[in-house]
């Protein structure tokens, strides 16, 4: 499953920060962030629910940028 | 006038961008106020603390909750390390001057600001391109208009959209007329004028007349919501070239650090133990902190995302829409472009293209051909009444006799006309001219003798030869047609055009065969274009380096298998997307360059003694402040 969630985030360096981190959150497939858009997109592994790991998600975007905001 | 641009920007500010501008303000009058205080020594010291403090606060912070998060090395732990090394180094040296410590964070601070403005600047410049969203539909309920939104509208609803209004939804006009304005679709800006039973596409702006329209599909399968779902996905696609900086930017800064601590330690210890002269601690921390500041990577980070993120959001202006900035990257190395014949180069729709060995004026013939035709509606039969022109009176003609196979028989005026193929001809003991010209020919005789025939043909653009003009100034090496139609007509389109090669009569199949083989024929780094009006070339636009759907408003496949999708179905758009995207290459080409080749040269410097502390401002901020302004230009795409 993919979903698009609006971001926040100040500088394009702590985008590709940002997709990083949420590339290595357990249950994301994968993840994209746009910075020029302010959009994450993140694929969903089989049987995640996007809630939780979005939870998760924002949690280890905030360790890398502090200030950031992911609408989910 | 200066108070009125300040004025704006200000307005174009969000609140924490006027806030990172005050404190600049304040540090930089502060700073000033500075050089006529007497203070020397320490208490110069403490005073440079306050501006240092009041500009600096978030970045120590943010460095310090990086180092305990492990993300040591960014830019901030960056700017952290090197002012406060700057203030150390003045303690160290007694002088109490601490301006260049505090001048690094300030500048660093204006360059952070410039970027988020520019960069917020250029979203909401590309949003407003793209500000085709219609924001409701007009429902007659009840003999009154109604708003409802746009996704409410079933299909088959009847809509009404007035003079100035969007139109929301695809439909066909049932009552009305108007003139219509496609420019922020297709960036054509001739008003296109519509009356009942014609398609209307969602997104175009209603300029003069009432329309009642039927929808024909609901909003999210509608045109508009394909568009802009299509140019939002666009900069989820990235390029190698962002890869390749985000990737860089990872190595880059740990790299840097660890370069800036070796520079610091290491020749200070070979001065001291292989040279056996003076250490020189602080000449050589200095030039380290220098190189902390060089290499911020911010510069590079920034300008090429945000060049591709200009060059497709200004493509899409002209109706060229770049599903990604990789296929940005690949349209700019095009050098092979292949078109599909019909519908592309031609109009794909039968016309009449010529008039051969007539014995009475060219418009006398079609005026007999179309009068004979008249109760027909065969396509053949629409087109000579087309090139006709004028409106036909039926009382002219009488004894209309359709043979079928062969053509028609009528009286005209008074004259026994016959309108048909050869063997009509044969049938009347008539000798027809054979006609070498591909196409289909029609035979026109008048009371038993011959008076020659007319060529009907799918008609050649007017604009493909400037088209392929454009291609070849634009470096593109070779031209390639495929069709499915006879060889004649493809070989005579392809002459005119002085195409390099033309395959003809060839099914869905064989284009992706032919299609395989040039790929397979062709250096890898040069690529090739698939251009096609989206009908039955959908493998092809897929298996091609970059598939270019034209024309496509309204084709849902073409929209989904094309890389590229051009608006209109000129196909000059096809040299200016090569054109747009190789401009957009090389403005990112030049950022990189600029930004790296200035940094490295300023490290060199830097790491021999020569740089200051304002070279090294220079280099990181100046380059940022260049880079950006340089990335925006991707956005003006008029004159290219």
């Not at chain 1, 910075?35 to 049987?47: D, P, S």
């Not at chain 2, 806030?19 to 007497?38: E, G, H």
Request: charged fraction near 20%; include cysteine.
């Amino acid at each position: 499953m993919k979903k698009t969630y609006k971001i926040e985030v100040d500088c394009a360096n702590c985008a590709n920060l940002m997709e990083q981190a949420a590339k290595n959150t357990a249950g994301v497939a994968d993840a994209v962030v746009n910075f020029m858009t302010l959009k994450m997109k993140v694929e969903f592994a089989e049987g995640t629910e996007p809630q939780l790991v979005m939870a998760e998600v924002l949690k280890a975007c905030r360790k890398v940028e502090p200030e950031c905001e992911i609408y989910y | 006038m200066s108070r009125r641009i300040s004025i704006t920007i200000l307005e174009g500010m969000n609140d924490k961008q006027k806030k990172s501008l005050a404190r600049i303000l304040l540090t930089a009058l502060l700073l000033i106020a500075l050089q006529f205080v007497p203070a020397t020594g320490m208490g110069q010291m403490a005073l440079y603390l306050v501006p240092y403090l009041l500009i600096a606060y978030d970045i120590l912070g943010k460095a310090v909750r990086g180092i305990r998060n492990g993300q040591v090395f960014d830019e901030n732990f960056l700017m952290a390390v090197a002012s406060i090394g700057a203030f150390l180094l003045a303690v160290y040296d007694q002088s109490g001057d601490c301006l260049e410590a505090v001048a690094v964070v300030l500048f660093y601070q204006v360059g952070e600001l410039f970027e988020s403005y520019a960069v917020g600047r250029s979203r909401r410049n590309i949003s407003e391109l793209m500000d085709i969203r219609p924001d409701y539909a007009n429902i007659e309920r009840g003999g009154e208009l109604v708003r409802i939104a746009p996704d409410e509208v079933e299909i088959g609803s009847v809509i009404v959209v007035q003079p100035g209004e969007k139109i929301p939804l695809d439909g066909i006009v049932l009552e009305g007329s108007s003139m219509l304005n496609s420019v922020a679709l297709t960036g054509e800006s001739q008003p296109r004028e519509v009356t009942a039973g014609q398609e209307v596409i969602s997104g175009c702006i209603n300029m003069t007349g009432v329309l009642h329209i039927k929808t024909t599909k609901e909003f999210e399968e509608s045109t508009v919501s394909k568009i802009l779902s299509l140019v939002e996905e666009a900069s989820s696609h990235k390029s190698k070239s962002e890869a390749f900086i985000a990737k860089f930017a990872r190595v880059y800064t740990p790299l840097v650090c660890y370069s800036a601590l070796a520079l610091a330690i290491l020749p200070p210890l070979i001065n001291r133990f292989a040279l056996g002269m003076a250490m020189e601690w602080h000449v050589w921390i200095y030039r380290a902190l220098l190189f902390l500041v060089i290499s911020c990577p911010c510069a590079l980070v920034i300008s090429v995302p945000l060049s591709f993120f200009a060059g497709i959001g200004g493509a899409s202006r002209e109706g060229i829409l770049i599903k990604g900035s990789n296929y940005l990257e690949t349209l700019a190395k095009v050098k092979y472009v292949v078109f599909d014949k019909t519908g592309t180069l031609t109009h794909g729709v039968f016309a009449v293209s010529d008039v051969h060995h007539n014995t009475l004026e060219r418009e006398r013939l079609l005026e007999y051909a179309a009068l004979a035709e008249c109760a027909s509606s065969h396509p053949i039969s629409r087109s000579l009444q087309e090139a006709y022109g004028s409106k036909i009176d039926r009382s002219r003609v009488s004894e209309i006799q359709e043979i079928s196979g062969h053509g028609i028989m009528a009286r005209v005026d008074g004259s026994q006309v016959a309108v048909g193929n050869e063997k009509l001809m044969a049938k009347q003991g008539i000798s027809a001219i054979p006609c070498r010209s591909g196409g289909t020919i029609i035979h026109v005789a008048i009371d038993g003798s011959y008076a020659g025939h007319i060529v009907i043909a799918d008609v050649i653009k007017v604009q493909s030869a400037e088209a392929v003009a454009e291609l070849r100034s634009a470096g593109v090496r070779k031209l390639v047609m495929l069709t499915g139609d006879g060889s004649q007509a493809a070989q005579q389109v392809a002459e005119k055009l002085r195409l390099d090669e033309v395959h003809s009569e060839l099914l869905p199949s064989d284009k992706v065969a032919q299609v395989e083989r040039l790929l397979a024929e062709k250096p890898e780094q040069e690529k090739l274009a698939f251009v096609g009006d989206g009908i039955n070339d959908a493998p092809v636009l897929t298996r091609a380096d970059v598939g270019i759907a034209m024309g496509a408003m309204g084709s849902d496949a073409a929209i989904e298998a094309a890389d590229v999708v051009l608006m209109d179905d000129n196909p000059r758009q096809v040299a200016k997307a090569v054109r747009l995207a190789r401009r957009c290459m090389g403005i990112v080409y030049q950022n990189i360059a600029l930004a790296l080749g200035i940094k490295f040269i300023c490290l060199a410097l830097g790491a021999v003694g020569i740089a200051n502390m304002w070279l090294a401002i220079f280099a990181d901020v100046g380059v940022l402040v260049i880079a950006v302004l340089n990335a925006i230009r991707a956005l003006q795409v008029q004159n290219v």
